[in-house]
DNA sequence: TGAATAGTGTCTTTCAGACAGTATTGG
DNA sequence: CCAATACTGTCTGAAAGACACTATTCA
């Protein structure tokens, strides 16, 4: 962790200046066919930077209530939607003299996947949902916060071409067409049906509930994950024609 | 960035306590046929922490000296090494209370891949690359370093799987052969040859050099990178009989 | 019966795996 | 010639793409 000279007196720990710490949580869901991300409103207080704002949740590290970078995403999530979500997965940490006008600041980028909320869906005044309409949002973002969004959307659309990701943006219990359209939401373009449903039973990703969902068709078999813990990695990606990005 | 409750006056940026920021990075090199990452021992001083371990090579970000996080890498990277790397990435980070008995610390893992040095083929007494043996070294490591090199270890094996990256563990000028042998020390598992040409190719990965490798059998066509600024995906993973992994 | 969605079958294409075969050098 | 490594060709199999087909409900 720390080598400065061959031989030192021991690192004064008070005399070096510490940056900022802090965590950005993206919280994404899918709301009307829509890749959706949770934004929140900064202050009008034109003291603070970025006054009045829209900006990712966050903010901080308490030292006394975070026992690590994790839970204080984790913290951060529960203020803004009061869920506990099925995924959350660090993106990466930006930091940078530059990026906080107050001081050098490094910050700690996790994105959250949760099934679409029912009382959140028009957010309150300072938390609100916006559609990602192609990597961004409509609205300006405060500090560096639009490149973060943007990693996370990458991170995340990279993730679900080989992975069982979409399924957390679903409740519990879903149909297998459900599953489909979660993947075309988020990869914006269609997936054929019948290689999906391979992949999917080949994966042995879900297994069957003893229920159907009734509508005016035929019902459709209802699912849940076999193991909801662990994701599962398909050995290909959806469209070998293009290849993957990072 | 901050929202501690509805309407507050300014955030006092001095009264928070702020966390230890740290940057450490692994850096990779193929020596002997074998997968190698260098290593610096820790002072003997007992008034540090971990006096005389080895440890990840790193340290502080010195808020004067760095712009960024992957400034800081790259300091601690010339430090050690004198060497330009051809390729560094984020790994991620980690933070919390228990990892430095110091203080709340969060450190930024990156790694590096390099082609096998000439100079620093035995390091300096403090700096000594060590193989990696599974997702391990035989030394017990300084801090959570040991779970630090496990994360980077599985993220450039996982990623060597669908990517050129091996491709930098060499000099700018190679054959086919090298390439694929660093495949093969990285996976630790042989690779189809002709399958491996293949991909290589039809990825527009490398092109000739107006050379040849002579020794006692048939000359080997030396290539190099097409485009060294920019990894290479490839459509599938080399061996789609087990999944991959993140 | 028809609209709508659920679910299956079949043919094609792509590309890795296996492995044998040819090519070109030095000794 | 032989040993050694470079390189190519051919067959097979696994899984995706395309697309047509059948199944089951409600109105």
New binding site residues.
């Given amino acids: 962790m720390k080598q400065k000279s061959p031989v030192v007196a021991p690192f004064n720990l008070q005399a070096i200046e510490r940056p900022l710490v802090s965590v950005d949580v993206v919280i994404f869901t899918v709301l009307e066919g829509a890749l959706h991300v949770l934004l929140v409103k900064r202050p009008d207080d034109p003291r603070e930077p970025c006054p009045g704002m829209w900006a990712l949740p966050g903010g901080f590290v308490d030292v006394e209530k975070d026992a690590d970078l994790e839970s204080c995403a984790l913290r951060k999530l529960q203020q803004k939607t009061g869920v506990k979500t099925p995924y959350l997965e660090q993106v990466g940490s930006w930091g940078g003299s530059k990026r906080d006008p107050r001081a050098w600041s490094a910050t700690h980028v996790y994105f959250a996947l949760i099934p679409a909320p029912e009382s959140l869906l028009q957010g309150s005044n300072d938390a609100t949902w916006f559609p990602v309409e192609g990597q961004r949002v409509r609205v300006k973002l405060a500090f560096d916060h639009a490149m973060l969004l943007e990693a996370a959307v990458q991170r995340l659309r990279n993730k679900v071409e080989y992975t069982s990701l979409p399924a957390y943006l679903l409740p519990q219990e879903f149909?297998?067409?459900?599953l489909?359209r979660m993947y075309e939401v988020v990869l914006e373009r269609?997936?054929?049906?019948?290689?999906?449903?391979?992949?999917v039973?080949?994966?042995g990703l879900v297994e069957e509930v003893d229920k159907?969902?009734?509508?005016?068709?035929?019902?459709?078999?209802?699912y849940r994950l076999a193991h909801p813990r662990e994701i599962v990695y398909?050995?290909?990606?959806?469209?070998?024609?293009k290849s993957a990005e990072d």
Same sequence: chains 1, 2.
């Fill in positions: 149909t297998l067409s459900d489909q269609p997936i054929e049906k019948s290689a999906f449903r391979t992949r039973f080949a994966a159907v969902r009734a509508g005016p068709n035929r019902p459709a078999q209802l398909f050995p290909r990606t959806f469209s070998p024609r």
